[in-house]
């Protein structure tokens, strides 16, 4: 089990919250990259070391990421690399199923589950980008008869819903009564 890189995953899975925003171990990541890198093998398919790498960096940031930001990234590992190369090796990814495109703030994020990408849901966070994955089969369903029957046809796969992450709230919280603790100390007090 210890070299099993399922079993890193689905611990990272089980974990509560299941949101981008934990920070993962680099033996997550690899094996998270060894579960990709199986997958397109039995597909017939290559991850080639630069997709491995634009993989390997949405994977690390763990929330959704601009293209130009992944380019910056590349640029340090490899000082040649133009928009081009990174919007291949994510149109790659994409149609691999690997990552997701998060349209509504034009950027990309690496799907939680590797090997079985189905959610049709997405939680965006507004804030800082993190993203987490809902697949609520009854709920997609309904939400799909709902749109068939309003004559609509979806143009992408997954639907996006926008808010604020718990990670977000907590620091709005902590900087909101950090901000009222010290407007208090700047009021005049009144001694009766």
Known sequence: MANDPHAALHALDDAPGHVAHFSKTTSAIDAELALADGYCQRR?????????KVLELLLTSGKATKAYTL?????KVHAGSAPPTVYRALDFLLSMGLVHRVESINAFAACHDL?????????????????NELHE??????????????GYRLATDA?????????????????GANEATVQATKRPSLIV
């Open 137 to 150: 089969p009854e709920i997609e369903r309904a939400l799909l008869d709902k749109i068939t029957d309003s």
């Open 44 to 52: 017939g398919e290559r991850l080639t070391p630069i997709r491995r």
């Open 159 to 175: 639907a996006e819903l926008k808010g604020i992450c718990p990670a977000c709230q907590r620091s709005e919280a902590e900087g």
């Open 115 to 131: 090997t079985h990408c189905h959610h049709g849901m997405l939680l965006v966070c507004q804030r800082c980008g993190a993203i």
């Open 71 to 75: 380019l910056d990234e590349m640029r």
